[in-house]
């Protein structure tokens, strides 16, 4: 595989002509509608055959909704280490809630291909959007926290999940330090029963950086209270979410 960037009066066909692959593979690879239009500076993936370059282990997550194409997922899942099932959320008592649609299936077929499927926690609101009151009244009170934590436990258990990612956003500046003893604490807690803990980062570039996407975020408390961090790059600019984000570990 090769990544091209498209310049200057290039098209889908010769661009395979030039590497002499076929043109289909390239629509294929890259999702193109027709009439597969390009744009300068566009980067493509490429089927060139093996490569010489160094190889290396990468983990892979990619984040679904219930309502995704099963022959989507199906199709995506061998390129994955994990799948984060997007998402359950959470009441100001702690208690758990599911998505509205069934999403048994996506984890039995994850775990099918050998793929790790996620519980994604996320503090979404009444109207589904990211909601920092939630996420105060939560962390900043023992019985909702430990509350949550039970619950937790027993719906990943109940569920057949392998972890947890929590996907917090729009933290306020004052819970930083609340968030990551969250983090840290769901980390103890689920880890006798043998499942790790992840933590969507907003791609920050400094630690002082402005923004309730960044301030509630302290990346050094966070890397050390998660098993793994996920950093949101499409956060610099997208449409649309994106399937899959990069992990660390």
């Known amino acids: ?21 076929s043109a289909s593979s390239i629509i294929f690879n890259n999702q193109l509608s027709y009439p597969y239009a390009l744009a300068i500076g566009q980067a493509l993936l490429l089927s060139t055959g093996p490569s010489s370059s160094p190889t290396y282990t990468a983990y892979v997550n990619g984040y679904a909704y219930p309502f995704i194409e099963r022959s989507v997922l199906n199709e995506t899942l061998p390129y994955l280490t994990t799948l984060s099932v997007f ?23 994850a775990w099918e291909t050998g793929v790790r499927p996620i519980l ?14 939630l996420i105060t009244t939560m962390i ?23 972890g947890v990612d929590i996907d917090f956003e729009f933290i306020l500046p004052d819970d930083r330090i609340p968030f ?3 983090v840290a604490d769901t980390r103890n807690y689920l880890a006798p029963y ?12 400094s630690d002082s950086q402005r923004g309730l996407l960044y301030e509630g975020k302290d990346y050094g408390l966070l890397g050390a209270a998660a098993d793994s961090v996920l950093l949101m790059t499409y956060e610099w600019g997208y449409t649309y979410a994106y399937l899959c984000r990069m992990y660390f570990i």
């Open 194 to 205: 043998g499942y790790q803990v992840s933590v969507a980062l907003a791609p920050k570039t």
């Open 87 to 109: 998402s359950y959320g959470f009441t100001t008592e702690g208690d758990i809630v599911p998505p509205e649609l069934d999403d048994n299936f996506m984890i039995r077929s």
């Open 180 to 182: 990551a003893e969250f």
């Open 140 to 162: 900043n009170n023992e019985t909702i926290k430990n509350n949550l934590l039970s619950n937790l436990l027993y719906t990943v258990q109940e569920k057949g999940f392998g």
């Open 120 to 133: 994604t926690l996320t503090p979404f609101g009444p109207d589904g959007q990211f909601n920092n009151y």
């Open 1 to 21: 595989m090769e990544i091209y960037v498209v310049k200057r009066g290039d098209t889908v066909d010769s661009i395979a002509a030039n590497y002499g692959i």
